[in-house]
């Protein structure tokens, strides 16, 4: 009895399989490449928004002094609101979000950097906004302007930077995603090859050494003799 391994049926099986099990990791890997690249998108893009918002703030801000009470109190509201937008955009930028999706990049020290400027909001840019807004005289720089406004400027270079680093790790990563599909190309061309190889060795020369014997007896000649290539069914 002839034993498993060595059984054509097997062979071509196994050789398929492994070419199966290659070709299906090679495609999810570039597919959550993909959807992290897509994720990286979207976190530079919510990024950026942070510096739109903290600009819009500080125009808010900067036109309140000279407001009226009714314009006050409608700038007012609107930072209110402009905070809680802030505040969510934020917050959802640092825990991610798969369904999105949205992931803040883990390289280049991205989240300890992310980590600070939360810091830095919540420590010095919250807490005098929040004062601002809970001033008994409508909106009103109380504190000094100038040093108020170097704090939002600190902010928003802290984005700036951040901004940067994932424009350099997305980038970067995209870089690695195409030098993968065409390793994949070169690993389908030489796939293709090695399984043209396969089959001529275990299917085609097999065949052709039987046909080759098979009309040499139908010739009379019955001292032909087809070699034994291999020790599977044609052999």
Not at 7 to 30: D, E, N, P, Q, R
């Amino acid at each position: 009895m002839r034993p498993l391994g060595s059984s054509l049926s097997t062979k071509i099986t196994g050789i398929l399989l492994v070419f199966f099990l290659v070709a299906l990791t090679a495609i999810g890997i570039t597919l959550f490449m993909s959807w992290q690249l897509e994720g990286a998108a979207a976190a530079i893009n919510d990024a950026g928004s942070l510096r739109m918002r903290t600009h819009r703030i500080g125009h808010l801000l900067a036109h309140a002094p000279q407001a009226s009470p009714d314009e006050a109190l409608r700038i007012r509201e609107t930072l209110r609101t402009e905070l809680d937008e802030f505040d969510h955009v934020f917050a959802e930028l640092r825990r991610g979000n798969p369904q999105r999706p949205l992931f803040v990049p883990r390289d280049n020290d991205i989240p300890a950097d992310m980590q600070r400027m939360a810091d830095f909001w919540s420590e010095q840019v919250r807490p005098t906004l929040d004062g601002l807004l809970d001033a008994p005289d409508g909106v009103n720089i109380a504190a000094d302007p100038p040093a108020f406004d170097a704090t939002i400027r600190t902010f928003v270079a802290g984005i700036n930077d951040v901004v940067l680093k994932m424009e350099q790790s997305y980038a970067r990563n995209t870089d690695i995603l195409r030098a993968s599909q065409v390793s994949l190309i070169a690993l389908a061309v030489i796939g293709t090859l090695f399984l043209i190889r396969f089959f001529f060795v275990l299917v085609i020369r097999p065949v052709s050494e039987l046909q080759t014997g098979i009309k040499r007896m139908e010739q009379e000649d019955f001292s032909a003799r087809v070699p034994v290539l291999a020790k599977d069914e044609f052999g």
